[in-house]
């Protein structure tokens, strides 16, 4: 079976061609997300009610999140969380690692202060950078007198905490496994 070679365009049919679609009334995309044709469910007033609870008082620190009460997990404990109106189709595509994270932070070897004040700045710098997914890791290691992992338990609370978290879960083994987590981010001006 024989295959026949196409050429590749020239100048002149890339403009023959570009000045047929325009002729033809052919608009260039502004935006590359899809318009799935139906409203969006009113999601304002979830955020309204997350970010109020997540308001700081007036004379706290610049610290987002707190070391209130904090629940003790497992080493091995997979952790989840998603916000009530996320899309179940996107919530399992994070949960199979399907959603590719664009950076990531290790926390390993840092006091629990320097933890938080490290993961707050990645969050902060992730938002501003437009990521949509990246990578925690926090280990499973005891420190100090907890007989728990310190650092996981305190990520898995100011996680959900974070106003522009949209979803968390453990991560696949390749990527860490329950020392790590997917974390989905809210994009900067997205309802």
Same mark, same amino acid.
């Given at each position: 079976?024989?295959?026949?070679?196409?050429?590749?365009?020239?100048? $002149?049919?890339?403009?023959?061609?570009?000045?047929?679609? *325009?002729? @033809?009334?052919?608009?260039?995309?502004?935006?590359? %997300?899809?318009?799935? #044709?139906?409203?969006?469910?009113?999601?304002?007033? !979830?955020?309204?009610?997350?970010?109020?609870?997540? @308001?700081?008082?007036?004379?706290?620190?610049?610290?987002?999140?707190?070391?209130?009460?904090? *629940?003790?997990?497992?080493?091995? *404990?997979?952790l989840d969380f998603a916000v009530p109106d996320l899309p179940y189709r996107t919530r399992s595509a994070?949960?199979?690692?399907?959603?590719? /994270? $664009?950076?990531?932070?290790?926390?390993? #070897? &840092?006091?629990?202060?320097?933890? %938080?004040? $490290? !993961?707050?700045?990645?969050?902060?710098?992730? %938002?501003?950078?437009?990521?949509?997914?990246?990578?925690?890791v926090h280990g499973k290691a005891w420190t100090g007198m907890a007989d728990h992992p310190v650092i996981?338990?305190?990520?898995?609370? /100011?996680?959900?905490?974070?106003?522009?978290?949209? @979803?968390?879960?453990?991560? %696949?083994?390749?990527?860490?496994?329950?020392?790590?987590? &997917?974390? !989905?981010?809210?994009?900067?001006?997205? @309802?």
């Amino acid at each position: 079976m024989s295959r026949r070679r196409r050429h590749a365009p020239d100048e $002149e049919d890339i403009s023959l061609f570009r000045q047929a679609l *325009e002729d @033809a009334g052919v608009k260039r995309l502004t935006s590359d %997300r899809a318009d799935p #044709g139906r409203p969006r469910r009113d999601t304002d007033r !979830l955020t309204q009610r997350r970010n109020a609870a997540t @308001a700081a008082p007036p004379d706290a620190s610049s610290s987002r999140t707190s070391d209130g009460r904090v *629940e003790p997990v497992r080493p091995s *404990e997979a952790l989840d969380f998603a916000v009530p109106d996320l899309p179940y189709r996107t919530r399992s595509a994070l949960k199979r690692g399907q959603i590719d /994270w $664009e950076a990531g932070l290790d926390l390993h #070897g &840092y006091t629990l202060d320097e933890a %938080r004040h $490290e !993961l707050e700045a990645f969050l902060r710098e992730a %938002r501003d950078s437009r990521m949509r997914c990246v990578l925690v890791v926090h280990g499973k290691a005891w420190t100090g007198m907890a007989d728990h992992p310190v650092i996981k338990s305190h990520v898995n609370a /100011w996680l959900r905490e974070w106003p522009t978290v949209l @979803a968390f879960c453990s991560a %696949r083994d390749v990527d860490g496994g329950t020392g790590a987590v &997917y974390v !989905l981010l809210r994009r900067r001006g997205e @309802a």
